[in-house]
């Protein structure tokens, strides 16, 4: 079993589910974003997922898209990444999952991105705009160096589809909570529970929910049917208002979600 | 099998559908209804109609000989798409997507544009067909084109300045996407050239296919043969994609794409895809691309609004590959300088993207001779572009021509 499954599966035998975190390396600066991460594991975060700024990010509403810009103006460089996921990986025990486009990837060389990922202690990749259709390559890569992939699945997918990814998927699956892209949503859609549960007939065992939670309540209604919560835009704008401390404090708070 | 056979998904290594999930069912639902359509004599008959009675379809040939002296004395043929409702190709594209988007109940269309002239075409046809209309363009591109934003606002759509990323075409089909995703039950995308996630860039290869099929024979009934060579500018490449399609299997005719140099293609300023790029993935397919080390899309640069884009459509990269068509470069002096020529010799303004072909057949008829025909796609007519050529030229109130 791979570190995701085993600290999703830890926290539902706990009798709760896994609180995922999302942000992006390299913003407000390569330094914070590192801090940043460590102190979201420290204030109740149990897994990670660290972003790779993107020029064409069309799955991110306005708070990353602005946050991964200024990433990419300050000159963020797709090495920061595996030195990013190596120095979280140095400070807490945390798994870190590594979420990016998939151009990135394939212009540094698919098994080369694997090799390098792994050797910084990274567990695997959330590929948002690559479907299994066309992960071949990935799929190769992510089995030679022992790393998870996480695959989407949406309100639309048809069932064929979510048993792909169910089949496709390693660590878990990630359920797009509604038909749109990231950012807080003061209701997460009811759509959410339907692909929860269209993946569990589907034979899944390891599904986070994301896009749109941004409270402790909404974590706390996700993990009472998911494995996991997922927030980023909340926590992104956190580190935009306040810096790391602000961050840690609405990490602090979405946690009393999973008790 | 014959090249014009391929319908992708792939185009050698090229295409696919690199995608948010979310959108895949709506790309599945598009591709069946268009294969239904496809073999459907009602939807042809339909499309056809339109083009007849609204279009303005068949588009004529027109020779250009005083131009063509300029052309090594070549004879130069003008597919003039610029004569179409519109005033470029985009609407035989435009007409057959919205035909479809009715067909499958979805009662707002929304569209990226460069130069505003697909633009301007998607908010003709949701004006006809009644349909609400949103339409995103980058904020660079709202400037320079401030008549077509006009235009699309007087025929009732929103038009969208798009201030993310480079505010240029690329920008406007990311938000094009985004609204896609949240709106699907309710939307159809409208994508404006040959690039995008399958089936875009067959379907729209077939939609301009079109040009291609009239051009073949007016060419040939015309010089009672087949010319050496057909010349179009390429941005996504969908005018080229439609007057080339009907030759691809002709081996003896030359399949000549033009991008835009800008500046040169050895400058930092250009947006010579073909020419420059690497293969990878951008906006839902691999292709080539103008992008960095990492990966990131890298901003491209041209005087024409419509060709400033750093993508390109795949099966243009697999002609590229395999060989069947070649891409040259224009810079935008070239295609300034062709776009003036053919005014004053012909009296036609194209638009500046066609500029750029233009300028690739004066080369073209210069390398074949006096015995040389090249086919030259002119895509659309320069009104939109008045403003960027009276301002190169010189031509506003008080001002000396420039004679450059
Ligand atoms: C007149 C004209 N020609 C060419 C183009 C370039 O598009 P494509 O390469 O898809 O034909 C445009 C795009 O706006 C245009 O307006």
Redesign the interface.
Known sequence: MSAVEQAIRARREAGSGALVAYLPVGFPTLDDSIAAAIALVENGVDILELGLP??????D?PAI?KAT?TA?QNGF??RDGFTAVEKVRAAVDAPVLVMTY???????GVDRFAADLASAGGAGLIT????P??ASDWMAASEAHDLDRV????????DA?MRQ?VGASRGFVYA?ST???TGARSDVDAAARGVVSRLRDAGCTSTCVGLGISTADQVRDVLSYADGAIVGSRLVAALAEGGVTEAARVAADLATGTR | MTLRDVVGPYFGTFG???????????L?ELDAAYQAARVDPDFAAELAELHRTYTGRPSIITEAPRFAEHAGGARILLKREDLNHTGSHKINNVLGQALLAKRLGKTRLIAETGAGQHGVASATAAALFGMECVVYMGAVDTERQALNVARMKLLGAEVVAVQ??SRTL??AI?DA??DW?????TTHYLLGTVAGPHPFPTMVRDFHAVIGTEAREQVRELTGRLPDAVAACVGGGSNAMGIFHAFLDDESVRLVGLEAAGDGVDTPHHAATISKG?P?????ARSLML?D?????MESHSISAGLDYPGVGPEHAWLADIGRAEYRGVTDAEAMSALRLLSRTEGIIPAIETAHALHGALELGKELGPEGIVLVSLSGRGDKDMETAARYFRLLDGETEDAR
Do not use: C
């Open positions: 993107y020029s064409d990010p069309v799955m509403g898209q810009q990419l460089r797709l998939w151009n990135p990837v394939l212009q540094y948002p705009d690559l479907i259709d066309e695959f989407l699945a949406a309100p639309s997918s048809s589809r990814a797009v038909m749109g892209i | 696919g559908r690199f995608v948010p999930e979310s959108l895949i069912a709506a599945d993310t990323g690329k920008d990311n996407m985004r995703v949240a709106n699907v039950d690497r990878g993935v951008l906006h839902g992008q080390d990492d990966g990131q899309t």
